[in-house]
């Protein structure tokens, strides 16, 4: 259901993609037709979050023909792909490093929609890019701030408020600057479903984002959860980020190494916390794809410096690829 909705988004996005499934739906037969972009609606599937449709629209976004404007209907938060307001926070100054930048820029969460039933929408906007800078980020940095959002929808608007209390208990041991917004949606702007959560961010010195986030389980599945233990193994979560820490946090590895291929014929070079297993698989397509292989060093953390967990510095020489669908004005 949600793969089906998936090729429909891309056929939107593309001018000239032939796609045939054969009657049992086992074989997919795809033929890429020229990434179009344009302003587009589309309604996602609610078995999935937006986070799965926005993920790999970052990666098209940037090398489309026109600058896409898109909207896209269906959950914001779930369990299952990263949200709305994760890929806000960190995608996007991802995307800044490698020269992808402008006003038209952003993510802009209209309605919020929690699983089963959905409901909410955003705007992904994104500018279109001749070709790549190389990135070169080999520091993180300390952290020197934490943003966050605790949401509620649905339910009594004191959700968001013990949320944000818990999660504050833990991590103000380790840090000042704590800042949690509350975002109570009403009306029609709370989807149909409801639901509460909260999405944490880690800013280091040097502009490095790591992000943790809970949602609460889905209407009539599984056992209640108490705002106050979500808020606490939110900020559990985002230690462990920490701990694990890179330049780039566990969601985004696979698109910091996408742009990193598709960058200039230049070096690029990434430190990154433990490779996730999504990565590992991603990693064996990019050589499949584009015969391109990284080189893969194992940093051990300093013994006088607490920096967490065993690092890996990822490089690669872009195979210089430019988007030549550029119109010329």
């Given at each position: ?44 599937s609610p078995s999935r979050g937006i986070g799965?449709?926005l993920e790999s629209l970052l990666c098209l ?205 230049d070096v690029s070079k990434v430190l990154l ?57």
């Amino acid at each position: 259901d949600f793969e089906a909705s998936f090729i429909r988004l891309i056929d939107k996005v593309t001018n000239g993609s032939r796609i045939e499934i054969n009657q049992t739906g086992t074989t997919l037969y795809y033929q890429p037709g020229l990434l179009y972009g344009g302003s587009l609606e589309h309604d996602c599937s609610p078995s999935r979050g937006i986070g799965y449709y926005l993920e790999s629209l970052l990666c098209l976004a940037p090398f489309m023909k026109h600058p896409l404007k898109i909207v896209l209907r269906g959950v914001t938060n779930d369990q299952v792909d990263p949200s709305v307001d994760i890929l806000k926070a960190t995608a996007l100054p991802l995307l800044k490093r490698f020269g992808i930048d402008g006003e038209s820029l952003e993510i802009k969460i209209n309605r919020r929609g929690m699983p089963p039933k959905g409901g909410g929408e955003i705007v992904f906007a994104c500018p279109v890019k001749k070709v790549l800078q190389p990135l070169q980020l080999t520091d993180p940095g300390k952290i020197k701030r934490i943003r966050g959002t605790a949401y509620s929808v649905r339910v009594s608007p004191q959700m968001a408020n013990r949320i944000v209390e818990s999660a504050r208990s833990i991590l103000n041991k380790f840090l000042p600057d704590i800042y949690i917004y509350t975002d109570h949606m009403k009306g029609v702007s709370s989807g149909k479903s409801p639901g509460f959560g909260l999405s944490l961010v880690a800013e280091t010195i040097n502009g490095t984002f790591l992000s943790a986030e809970l949602a609460s389980n889905p209407q009539g599945q599984g056992a209640a959860v108490l705002p106050e233990e979500l808020g606490q193994n939110c900020a559990k979560l985002l230690l462990e980020e920490i701990y694990r820490g890179g330049c780039v946090d566990s969601t985004n590895q696979s698109l910091a190494l996408l742009l990193m291929t598709l960058g200039q014929q230049d070096v690029s070079k990434v430190l990154l916390g433990p490779l996730s297993p999504y990565t590992i698989e991603f990693l064996r397509h990019l050589r499949s794809f584009f015969q391109i292989m990284f080189k893969i060093e194992t940093k051990s953390p300093e013994e006088e410096e607490h920096k967490g967990g065993a690092k890996v510095l990822m490089t690669c020489v872009g195979v210089g690829f430019s988007n030549l669908s550029k119109t010329i004005r």
